[in-house]
């Protein structure tokens, strides 16, 4: 079974500009949520999407959306790209529902650098 | 508010000897709990979990974590350090109270494994 695929893997973009992640997930999971993380803050949780509705939101501003189509493919966009958005983000999927009891699994992540 | 605490940047072993990475939490109700590692330039890789049951937990690659209720810990563990398994470790809790599958994670701990 093919694992987590993320495109692009890098990606450089300047301030303000805006930019659009995508991720497939393992065949058959229907929940997607989404990562940031950096040096600093380490790991934090953007938003999670399951059968095409966002379920949960981390406390990011409103620049950062995301969007899941009904083959559970998951998109992120951020917009008015700041410095600090540099980040690798990295998506999850997991099975069973998004169950609570489920491990995720993460993809090799997009590395945006923004200058 | 869930969190999590891994105390080390830093944990330095010999090839061959046991090793140890702590992780402790902060959760309403019961806590579920999963340990992951990160090589560089990849995702995260799913080590195992605790769920309920034994409170000894075994995983990939040899390692397995212990929970303890009392001291609200779940501590990575494995009999015989690889020079292979220089990484970076997170520990990751989600509570059963919530509705929220999103995981909450730790700072991580740099594990350097010398030959």
């Known amino acids: 079974k093919a694992g987590v695929t993320q495109t692009p893997r890098y990606l450089i973009k300047t301030r303000g500009q805006q930019v659009t992640l995508s991720c497939s997930p393992i065949?058959?999971?229907?929940?997607v949520s989404w990562y940031q993380q950096t040096p600093g803050q380490g790991l934090q949780f953007l938003f999670e999407?399951?059968?095409?509705?966002?379920?949960n939101k981390g406390n990011f501003p409103g620049r950062f959306s995301g969007r899941q189509f009904s083959n559970s493919r998951s998109e992120m966009n951020v917009s008015t790209l700041e410095l600090g958005d540099s980040a690798l983000y990295l998506c999850?999927?997991?099975?069973?529902?998004?169950?609570?009891?489920?491990?995720?699994?993460f993809g090799p992540g997009t590395r945006l650098t923004v200058l | 508010a869930q969190s999590v605490a891994q105390p080390e940047d830093q944990v330095n072993v010999a090839e061959g000897n046991p090793l140890t990475v702590k992780c402790t939490y902060s959760v309403s109700g019961n806590p579920y709990l999963f340990w992951y590692v990160q090589y560089p330039n990849r995702g995260l890789q799913f080590l195992l979990k605790?769920?309920?049951?034994?409170?000894l937990v075994k995983g990939s690659y040899g390692f397995e974590a212990e929970f303890n209720k009392s001291q609200t810990s779940f501590h990575l563990k494995k009999p015989s350090a690889l020079v292979s398994d220089s990484a970076l470790y997170l520990c990751a809790v989600r509570s059963e109270d919530t509705g929220r599958r999103a995981l909450t994670f730790g700072s991580g701990t740099r594990l350097q494994v010398q030959p």
């Open positions: 605790y769920i309920t049951g034994d409170n």
């Open positions: 065949s058959g999971h229907r929940s």
């Open positions: 999407y399951f059968s095409e509705t966002q379920r």
């Open positions: 999850a999927s997991s099975g069973g529902g998004g169950s609570k009891y489920n491990e995720q699994f």
